[in-house]
């Protein structure tokens, strides 16, 4: 568990998040247990992020962090802004989604033109996300985020900072940290984007924790991720993965991780969950189908339609 120790900023989105930096050295995007949304969204980021990087999906590192009453009573943009009031973000246990390097060093775009969009590093992750966000039933859209990463960088996703943030670097960091954007030219850069898959807090219908099938749900908006894809065969490394390396064992150990504050104490209906996802794992490639015979045609290059 991480200790937040100062507020950045306010994120944009559903939940409001904020942005903190931690013990760690490291900055990380904060969901609060009363955000507007749902408590359970906090359990289903931890779980479905964590089952992401056990299939090796490029996703954030993510933490219970400890945010102290005396931080929030401090810190007046902590507050959580409820129709035409607000409330103080709720103290103790939240979850954390680490930010990919420090904020006033690095521009994350949640948007990129074809051509980059194109070339981005791991492009093949758009299609290992949507096998996972079709068996947990994300019932919201698929969201990622963009940056390049410095040359000869090695801890790429999901690593820890190491060190932490002098006093000059902390004030740049509040003043300058980037909202999500779109990139701009990019002409003479070397290195290329890579894409992080964010945002799992809609999966299991968010609150509901049921799974209302839809055959457009889960798909990202950009279906220029999916050329490469010229059948089900594409999505086979993925399904595979989801086979061998989601066991029943797995589920438990990362279900185990997460505070039961998150889900009100209720450990029969976190179990009632999982054993859904056990049984839906058979049906990732029909859910996929549905996708493709939609009329949408989200994979261009599919041709043959299933019946």
Same mark, same amino acid.
């Given at each position: 568990?991480?200790?937040?120790?100062?507020?950045?900023?306010?994120?944009?989105?559903?939940?409001?998040?904020?942005?903190?930096?931690?013990?760690?050295?490291?900055?990380?995007?904060?969901?609060?247990?009363?955000?507007?949304?749902?408590?359970?969204?906090?359990?289903?980021?931890?779980?479905?992020?964590?089952?992401?990087?056990?299939?090796?999906?490029?996703?954030?590192?993510?933490?219970?962090?400890?945010?102290?009453?005396?931080?929030?009573?401090?810190?007046?943009?902590?507050?959580?802004?409820?129709?035409?009031g607000t409330a103080p973000c709720?103290?103790?246990?939240?979850?954390?989604?680490? &930010? $990919?390097?420090? =904020?006033? *060093?690095?521009?994350?775009?949640?948007?990129?033109?074809? #051509?980059?969009?194109? !070339?981005?590093?791991?492009?093949?992750?758009?299609?290992?996300?949507?096998?996972?966000?079709?068996?947990?039933?994300?019932?919201?859209?698929?969201?990622?985020?963009?940056?390049?990463?410095?040359?000869?960088?090695?801890?790429?996703?999901?690593?820890?900072?190491?060190?932490?943030?002098?006093?000059?670097?902390?004030?740049?960091?509040?003043?300058?940290?980037?909202?999500?954007?779109?990139?701009?030219?990019?002409?003479?850069?070397?290195?290329?984007?890579?894409?992080?898959?964010?945002?799992?807090?809609?999966?299991?219908?968010?609150?509901?924790?049921? &799974? $209302?099938?839809? =055959?457009? *749900?889960?798909?990202?908006?950009?279906?220029?991720?999916? #050329?490469?894809?010229? !059948?089900?065969?594409?999505?086979?490394?993925?399904?595979?993965?989801?086979?061998?390396?989601?066991?029943?064992?797995?589920?438990?150990?990362?279900?185990?991780?997460?505070?039961?504050?998150?889900?009100?104490?209720?450990?029969?209906?976190?179990?009632?969950?999982?054993?859904?996802?056990?049984r839906r794992r058979e049906r990732?490639?029909?859910?996929?189908?549905?996708?493709r015979n939609s009329g949408r045609?989200?994979?261009?290059?599919?041709?043959?339609?299933?019946?």
């Open positions: 568990m991480r200790l937040a120790l100062e507020h950045v900023r306010r994120m944009r989105g559903g939940a409001q998040a904020h942005l903190m930096r931690c013990d760690d050295g490291a900055y990380y995007i904060v969901k609060f247990q009363n955000n507007p949304q749902h408590l359970r969204v906090l359990a289903n980021e931890m779980l479905v992020t964590r089952l992401g990087a056990r299939l090796g999906l490029a996703v954030p590192q993510v933490e219970v962090i400890d945010v102290r009453p005396e931080l929030i009573a401090n810190t007046p943009e902590l507050s959580i802004q409820l129709g035409l709720a103290a103790g246990k939240q979850f954390g989604s680490q &930010f $990919p390097g420090y =904020p006033a *060093r690095m521009a994350i775009y949640d948007f990129l033109p074809d #051509e980059q969009l194109a !070339g981005v590093r791991n492009l093949s992750d758009f299609l290992g996300v949507l096998v996972l966000d079709k068996w947990t039933c994300n019932t919201n859209g698929r969201q990622a985020i963009f940056f390049r990463e410095p040359d000869g960088r090695t801890d790429t996703f999901g690593s820890s900072a190491t060190g932490a943030a002098d006093s000059a670097g902390t004030a740049s960091a509040r003043a300058q940290a980037p909202e999500h954007s779109v990139a701009g030219n990019t002409t003479g850069s070397t290195a290329g984007y890579s894409a992080m898959m964010i945002d799992f807090g809609f999966c299991f219908n968010a609150g509901e924790w049921d &799974f $209302p099938d839809a =055959p457009l *749900r889960g798909l990202y908006a950009r279906h220029r991720v999916y #050329e490469r894809v010229g !059948g089900i065969d594409a999505f086979e490394p993925w399904l595979a993965r989801l086979q061998n390396r989601i066991t029943e064992r797995v589920l438990g150990e990362e279900a185990a991780q997460i505070p039961p504050e998150w889900y009100a104490g209720d450990w029969g209906a976190l179990e009632r969950l999982l054993e859904r996802l056990v990732v490639p029909e859910l996929i189908l549905s996708a045609e989200p994979f261009p290059n599919w041709k043959v339609k299933y019946a």
